[in-house]
């Protein structure tokens, strides 16, 4: 009975060392990057892609009528007396 109480003991003993030199040897490495990013890499939200804005209202306004294809964004809440937004298409035939 004791040898097998001394086993499993020795059995933890050794599995928290493999442990311990696992985690010692499985680094990321530095992490340091050698030199910072050259300027001008990053583009605004307009040079990739030009949106349009769709104003906010805090009273009702009438109908923002999009007529030209594109990106569109509302700038807040659009408060409207009737419909909001109205999208006309034309339908190549």
């Given amino acids: 009975m004791k040898a097998i109480r001394r086993h499993k003991k020795t059995l933890a003993a050794g599995t928290l060392l493999l442990a311990a030199v696992c985690i010692g040897t499985l680094t990321a490495g530095n992490l340091n990057p050698p030199a910072p990013p ?8 307009d ?3 030009p949106r349009i804005p769709i104003p906010a209202s805090a009273t009702p306004t009438d109908v923002f ?3 030209q294809p594109g990106s569109y964004y509302l ?4 408060h409207c007396s009737d419909a909001g937004i109205q999208v006309n298409v034309e339908c190549d035939d």
Avoid: C
């Fill in 38 to 45: 050259t300027s001008g890499t990053m583009k605004t939200l």
């Fill in 47 to 49: 040079q990739v892609e």
């Fill in 65 to 67: 009528t999009i007529n």
């Fill in 75 to 78: 700038t807040g809440d659009r």
